[in-house]
């Protein structure tokens, strides 16, 4: 029996042309900073829009006090707060016509215990519900030097140089060190994903957007497991020449 490919709205996460980020600090550091910080590190030309109660203003970046002050529905909105409050940010994601997230929160089924992994169960229902593409949780976030777009925590190098090569990986250490081997050696990247939990995108899922993707040549994939192995077959089956 042949296995079908998610209908989720992938290109919004992977290829967005605006973004929304929610739990960034006033103050600076943490998370959601970074993340901010790394969507200008490499060209990223499209709108990025902190969104903050009090702020005015973020590094350089106007604030908006909700999603509904935004000039428009953002493709992707990254979300960077504590687990407990990610569901009701994405119910209003949801709401204001946003098509995916990026979760970097952690504290679901990777916490190991019974409160994360029925978090977990309420994210999924949930993004199946209103159809969304959800990246991590528990992830370092995504970057493509192709197309000049990162919202990541990952260690990449400004001069790291654009290429065929795009990396999925369970593993945000290992993800860092391929960014830091393909600088030094002059290797070209496109994709660096981190996955976190792929408690709605799941592997097969990035596989299947990066074969149809022009700008990638190679998928390396750096896994600890699969969650579905009919579907991760099947996508390489899809991948194979």
Request: hydrophobic letters at 45%; proline letters at 4%; aromatic letters at 4%.
């Amino acid at each position: 029996m042949s296995v079908v490919k998610s209908n989720l709205p992938i290109e919004a996460l992977l290829k967005p042309r605006s973004i929304a980020l929610v739990g960034v600090s006033a103050k600076g550091g943490g998370s959601g900073a970074k993340m901010m910080e790394s969507a200008g590190l490499f060209g990223f030309t499209g709108s990025v829009w902190p969104i903050h109660a009090t702020a005015e203003e973020i590094g350089g970046r106007k604030c908006y006090k909700s999603f509904t002050d935004l000039p428009h529905a953002p493709d992707c909105v990254i979300i960077a707060v504590p687990a407990e409050g990610v569901l009701k940010i994405i119910e209003e994601a949801s709401a204001a016509g946003i098509k995916s997230a990026l979760v970097v929160s952690e504290g679901f089924a990777d916490a190991a215990s019974d409160e994360g992994r029925a978090r977990q169960d309420e994210l999924i229902k949930l993004a199946n519900k209103v159809n969304m593409a959800i990246a991590g949780p528990n992830c370092m976030g995504i970057a493509s030097l192709k197309y000049h777009y990162a919202a990541t925590m990952a260690d990449i190098p400004q001069s790291t140089p654009a290429g065929g090569i795009s990396v999925v990986s369970q593993s945000g250490g290992l993800l860092n060190a391929v960014a830091e081997l393909s600088n030094n050696r002059g290797i070209g990247l496109n994709y660096l994903i981190s996955m976190g939990n792929q408690a709605v995108v799941d592997l097969a899922d990035y596989i299947d957007f990066l074969v149809e993707d022009e700008s990638t040549s190679v998928i390396a994939l750096i896994m600890e497991g699969s969650k579905n192995g009919r579907r991760l077959r099947a996508a390489i089956e899809r991948a194979s020449p």
